[in-house]
């Protein structure tokens, strides 16, 4: 999460007043909503300059003001807490801490003051909504009881900050935080709820005609991904406009009933903690209505989405207030459900006591509601969908074919990588947001995914002078981590330790990357008989490899130390020992390439082209091990390490489509005594691993043509019987015990069990 506000349409260069600007030259005092709808788009203005780069501006404009409202606050608290997240400083983060308490607290009181003064004083939170038949009160919100909007800043005060607990280095603080989400649910789900009953009633009151609205998610999203794919930029696409526009009927979908399927008490946050039951059931949607003619100029066509059609028609949200509500706790109720869908198997127990429970899809439809709107909230929510569908989704090996998408899916259904509407989403936030380099960091994914590499590192590079010392280091780490993958040792080297300099989030695990660099250029440089230029990086290795002990630790999650660090300290350890008992340089103990081994754990092969796989397969060659014959020989037997090699050979010839291959080289493992696979320096990973990977290979080849019988009517058969041999190896997986970087794959062996529900559940085989 980047930030919480965006003005809509205002300049970057507007000048917040200090004081609230309503009615200046009037002798009466202003009326409390419209001075209300007045702070909400002041806090709006300068917090868009916090999305498009310049935090600095934004916060001392936030800052400058003499009577803050929450609405500010909160924005303060956003700007500070984004450089807290991103840099992960101590001092920054306690800062972001307090200023967030204050928002909490000032929201509630006002939440409060609202809820007294509606209806002559009178009422509670669920006073009952307002009317939703075109028929506004004057100057308030026509959907949500009085006080809803300081509700949702309240919800997302306490969502910061239960992040920023999470985030602490004490369990205590940690546990705080699921109980500050829990807070944050409720307030949401009440949100959700008050929406919901508006709604039915607008839609038991009124039958709107039909009517057709601009499908540019998908002629469109077409041609943007089809112009990233031969070779242009979303620069040019920018320029392209929107004139041409598809049409298609609007039709009932259904709309996401909250998490919370009971009725909630009034003040709800003043009563205990509830039993929450976070199974969702999905509710008829109220009809589409057509949109008036200033409901329209509150949103911009392009911004229409893949889900157009499975909630609320947007155009009953025309009053500020109601669109910012709306927009937010989609937003945040979305980032919610998704962040908690994919929590590692090792909190899941915890989340499953306070009373949480994930819904990815859920989550994820909600986040395309809320990017139906031109605020801060669909910017948001843009934000989150580009880094799960690039950063998270793009990375999983068993994801639904596009051919299966093509003829299976539902008329805008979303399924797998949806490459084409990322690629539409992100040429519209570049548009509204040109100075921010965050979009360029997604649009380096695009062209990764693309397996198009070397132009998203050749982007990268251009893109670090951002004015957030953050994003330059977000946009270093990507960049790094291409070149790890296209084999760029020297940008690979370089880029991790500038990381160092940059951030203070994972030290060790830098230095190991710099180090893993360094190996590499030593093995080549003993390939290439050049003595000189070996010394001098096998030595450098040394160096980084030492220091990563020292570097790691500073930081942790739920005071655990951080998965990847745990597996370079135990990687060194291992090579340590294996050097002074084999009385050999800890660079000559090096076994399995570590680069290659890495690309595999980062899911790096899904990103290279043919030419990078096959030269993978090259660094992984024996030959390049650097430790004596004799020693080798007795190394590339062990299991674990053995195990490791296997896996990183089967997911290259996998993406080869060498099917076969891979099989051959993960079978003898599958059998393999576990307790061979335990202790301190063991590769614990490789073992479950290599039945992830049969999964993988028996989920292509039931995916891939190719592979397919000859006759028409035995294709079926085969594929329903490669789609279960798929499944049997990912519950080994799911049942294994913990790991190292069991979470990380944990979310590939989740994703891959959703897709296989989705295809059986399409071809009627479930």
């Given at each position: 999460?980047?930030?919480?506000?965006?003005?809509?349409?205002?300049?970057?260069?507007?000048?917040?007043?200090?004081?609230?600007?309503?009615?200046?030259?009037?002798?009466?005092?202003?009326?409390?909503?419209?001075?209300?709808?007045?702070?909400?788009?002041?806090?709006?203005?300068?917090?868009?300059?916090?999305?498009?780069?310049?935090?600095?501006?934004?916060?001392?404009?936030?800052?400058?003001?003499?009577?803050?409202?929450?609405?500010?606050?909160?924005?303060?608290?956003?700007?500070?807490?984004?450089?807290?997240?991103?840099?992960?400083?101590?001092?920054?983060?306690?800062?972001?801490?307090?200023?967030?308490?204050?928002?909490?607290?000032?929201?509630?009181?006002?939440?409060?003051?609202?809820?007294?003064?509606?209806?002559?004083?009178?009422?509670?939170?669920?006073?009952?909504?307002?009317?939703?038949?075109?028929q506004a009160p004057a100057n308030g919100s026509q959907i949500y009881p009085a006080g809803s909007e300081f509700q949702l800043v309240n919800a997302?005060?306490?969502?910061?900050?239960?992040?920023?607990?999470?985030?602490?280095?004490?369990?205590?603080?940690?546990?705080?935080?699921?109980?500050?989400?829990?807070?944050?649910?409720?307030?949401?789900?009440?949100?959700?709820?008050?929406?919901?009953?508006?709604?039915?009633?607008?839609?038991?009151?009124?039958?709107?005609?039909?009517d057709s609205v601009p499908n540019?998610?998908?002629?469109?999203?077409?041609?943007?991904?089809?112009?990233?794919?031969?070779?242009?930029?979303?620069?040019?696409?920018?320029?392209?406009?929107?004139?041409?526009?598809?049409?298609?009927?609007?039709t009932d979908r259904g709309y996401l009933k909250r998490a919370n399927s009971k009725s909630a008490p009034s003040s709800i946050l003043e009563k205990e903690f509830a039993d929450l039951d976070l199974n969702a059931a999905p509710i008829s949607a109220p009809d589409s209505r057509t949109g008036t003619p200033e409901s329209e100029k509150l949103r911009d066509p392009s911004r229409i989405t893949p889900f157009e059609q499975g909630g609320p028609d947007s155009s009953i949200f025309t009053h500020p207030v109601d669109i910012f509500v709306h927009s937010g706790a989609n937003m945040c109720f979305g980032v919610l459900l998704l962040i908690i869908s994919m929590v590692p198997p090792a909190f899941s127990k915890l989340l499953y006591i306070i009373g949480f429970k994930g819904d990815r899809d859920r989550g994820v439809q909600m986040l395309w509601q809320s990017t139906r709107?031109?605020?801060?909230?669909?910017?948001?929510?843009?934000?989150?969908?580009?880094?799960?569908?690039?950063?998270?989704?793009?990375?999983?090996?068993?994801?639904?074919?596009?051919?299966?998408?093509?003829?299976?899916?539902?008329?805008?259904?979303?399924?797998?990588?949806?490459?084409?509407?990322?690629?539409?989403?992100?040429?519209?936030?570049?548009?509204?947001?040109?100075e921010s380099r965050m979009w360029k960091i997604?649009?380096?994914?695009?062209?990764?995914?693309?397996?198009?590499?070397?132009?998203?590192?050749?982007?990268?590079?251009?893109n670090s002078d951002s004015k957030m010392r953050q994003v330059t280091a977000l946009n270093t780490f990507e960049m790094s981590l291409n070149a790890l993958f296209m084999m760029d040792w020297v940008t690979m080297r370089d880029g991790f330790l500038r990381c160092i300099e940059l951030n203070d989030w994972s030290h060790?695990?830098?230095y190991y990357f710099a180090g893993v660099a360094e190996i590499e250029m030593y093995r080549d440089a003993m390939q290439a008989g050049d003595e000189t230029e070996a010394k001098k990086h096998k030595k450098a290795a040394v160096g980084h490899f030492q220091k990563c002990p020292a570097a790691s630790g500073k930081k942790k999650f739920l005071a655990k130390q951080m998965p990847f660090e745990v597996f370079a300290l135990r990687k060194i350890q291992k090579w340590e020992e294996r050097a002074k008992e084999y009385g050999v340089d800890l660079a000559d103990a090096v076994s399995i390439s570590p680069a290659q081994e890495m690309t595999y754990l980062w899911s790096g092969s899904k990103r290279m082209n043919v030419e990078m796989l096959e030269q993978g397969l090259k660094c992984l060659s024996l030959e390049r091990w650097t430790g004596g014959k004799e020693n080798v020989e007795k190394w590339r037997v062990v299991p674990d390490e053995a195990a490791s090699q296997a896996d990183v050979e089967a997911a290259i010839l996998s993406c080869l489509g060498r099917y076969e291959e891979a099989r051959e080289k993960l079978k003898p493992f599958l059998d393999q005594d576990r307790t061979q696979f335990k202790g301190a320096t063991k590769d614990d990973y490789s073992l479950p691993c290599a039945h992830y990977e049969m999964a993988v290979v028996a989920w292509r080849q039931a995916s891939d043509p190719k592979s397919w019988p000859a006759e028409a009517e035995e294709v079926d058969g085969y594929r329903l019987k490669k789609i279960e041999e798929c499944q049997e190896y990912l519950d080994h997986v799911k049942t294994w015990e913990a790991f190292v970087l069991d979470a990380r794959i944990g979310m590939r062996v989740q994703t891959g069990t959703d897709s296989i529900a989705w295809l059986k559940k399409k071809k009627n085989w479930a």
């Open positions: 999460m980047r930030s919480w506000f965006r003005g809509s349409g205002a300049s970057n260069n507007s000048k917040l007043s200090l004081a609230s600007n309503v009615h200046p030259n009037s002798n009466q005092a202003p009326d409390s909503l419209e001075v209300e709808e007045s702070d909400l788009q002041d806090a709006m203005e300068a917090a868009n300059l916090i999305i498009n780069d310049d935090i600095e501006s934004a916060e001392e404009q936030l800052r400058a003001r003499t009577d803050s409202s929450s609405f500010h606050l909160l924005g303060l608290g956003v700007a500070i807490f984004m450089r807290s997240i991103l840099g992960s400083e101590k001092d920054v983060m306690a800062e972001a801490a307090s200023r967030l308490a204050e928002c909490e607290s000032r929201s509630w009181s006002d939440m409060k003051k609202a809820q007294k003064q509606a209806d002559g004083g009178g009422g509670g939170w669920f006073r009952g909504s307002g009317d939703v038949t075109g997302e005060a306490q969502l910061m900050g239960a992040i920023l607990s999470v985030m602490h280095e004490s369990l205590t603080e940690g546990i705080k935080g699921f109980y500050k989400l829990r807070k944050a649910f409720i307030a949401l789900d009440a949100i959700m709820q008050a929406e919901e009953r508006a709604l039915a009633a607008h839609k038991s009151t009124k039958t709107p005609k039909r540019v998610d998908v002629e469109k999203a077409m041609a943007a991904k089809e112009h990233l794919e031969s070779g242009g930029d979303l620069e040019s696409l920018d320029s392209q406009g929107d004139d041409e526009k598809t049409q298609y009927p609007a709107f031109n605020n801060i909230n669909a910017g948001v929510a843009g934000l989150m969908l580009l880094a799960y569908y690039n950063g998270i989704l793009a990375f999983s090996d068993i994801l639904p074919s596009e051919k299966d998408v093509r003829e299976l899916a539902d008329e805008n259904e979303m399924v797998g990588y949806p490459g084409e509407h990322c690629s539409a989403l992100l040429q519209s936030m570049r548009s509204q947001y040109p997604e649009e380096a994914r695009v062209l990764a995914n693309a397996r198009r590499v070397p132009e998203a590192i050749e982007l990268l590079k251009s060790g695990m830098y």
